[in-house]
């Protein structure tokens, strides 16, 4: 036992196992490493995702698969809670309020389809379109393609 302890030590000095040095410190200093800051790129590829994954989750609560809407919901509370991350790294606090907002109403929407209450998960989705129309109405503009864009105005 006594050998295993021993090596178990020596592999977290050592980092063994872990990705870097800063984690490797993390795990046996038990501070963590600083964040990285999320870039405006960044926003778009999970905006890229939520859109059509949000139409997706509407597709699936019509037809009534519950199963797969509650995975697409999940996917949809991944996703904006990155986008929570963005918006708290770029001090927009009413941004990030929204995306958590988006956040609890597509894990609702997860939970409610998973327990096969269509009615329940397509009131959440509802919501959560409606909080999605607010932040854009403040932070997001046409491209001229047919999508959005953050505005420029908002990473001041």
């Known amino acids: 036992m006594c050998v295993y302890l021993v090596l178990a030590a020596l592999i977290l000095a050592a980092g063994v196992g872990c990705a870097n040095r800063d984690d490797a ?7 963590e490493k600083p964040q990285t800051q999320m870039t405006p790129q960044d926003l778009e590829q999970l905006m890229r995702k939520i859109g059509p ?5 509407q597709k699936h609560l019509q037809a ?7 995975k697409q919901a999940q996917q949809l509370a991944e996703l904006f809670g990155g986008v929570e991350k963005f918006w708290t790294q770029h001090n ?22 998973a327990a096969s209450s269509v009615p329940k998960a397509t009131a959440a989705a509802e919501k959560l379109g409606g909080v999605c129309k607010q932040c854009h109405s403040t932070y997001r503009e046409d ?6 864009r953050i505005k420029a105005s908002a990473l001041r």
């Not at 009534?64 to 509650?70: H, I, L």
Request: glycine residues 18%.
């Open 92 to 113: 927009r606090p009413d941004a990030a309020k929204w995306a958590g907002e988006a956040r609890t109403l597509a894990s609702d929407a997860a939970g409610t389809a």
């Open 25 to 31: 410190v993390a795990a046996t200093t038990g501070k």
């Open 143 to 148: 491209d001229g393609q047919g999508g959005y």
């Open 53 to 57: 994954g949000y139409q997706v989750l």
């Open 64 to 70: 009534n698969e519950t199963a797969e809407a509650g």
